[in-house]
């Protein structure tokens, strides 16, 4: 069976193109080599509405499937990878695994967020682990109604620019015994505990930081 887009889809993808060409291609190179994040193409995304597609209308978002939100971030990614990587984290990734896995509170936080322009920061990558969840060290140690997080992470995309964190790390129940890996969510600058560390120089994609995310008794409730 032929697969092809249907009319809405066309329609989208020769949308975000035109966008691409005519606003995000023209500040691509400056964006790098400022190595500041592009806060305009933010709001150009937001006015398109092109953050949040994924996520439900019930929720305030787009309501669309993975396969539009792929036609978006292919043009963007065209022209400037810093925003085609904003795209997405904007309708994949973190916002994703709340939708899927959190609770109607949770769900609606990061969907404001990334409604007003958040991109999220999902951190999993650890110094000594690399991305390899299994070996993470960051603990989450639980204390009555609480966990409270201690541990480093590593080139977190959107560090220090990123207010929602969907943060991984081992679990430990009050009787220290280790029980897997769990997520959390952390909002910056909400609460102490939680702080942007290190910048790292990078080859390309240079408008979006890469930072260590630092925990010190960072209480999750």
Sequence with gaps: MEYGLDKSQTDLQHKAKEIAEQVIAPRAAEIDRAEQYPWDNVETLKDAGFMGMTIPKSLGGGGHSYLDAALVIEQMAKVCGVTG????????????????????????????LVLNGDKPAICI???DAGSAASEMTTRAERKGDQYVLNGKKHWITGGGVSKFHLIFARVFNEAGEDEGIGGFIAIK???PGLSIGNREPTMGLRGIPETEVLFEDLVIE
């Excluded at 994949?92 to 936080?109: N, P, R, T």
């Design 85 to 112: 990587r904003i795209s997405v984290e904007a309708n994949m990734g973190a916002i994703s695994a709340v939708l899927q896995y959190g609770s109607d509170e949770q769900k609606k936080l990061a969907a404001e």
């Design 125 to 127: 990558t650890e110094p």
């Design 189 to 191: 600058d909400e609460k």
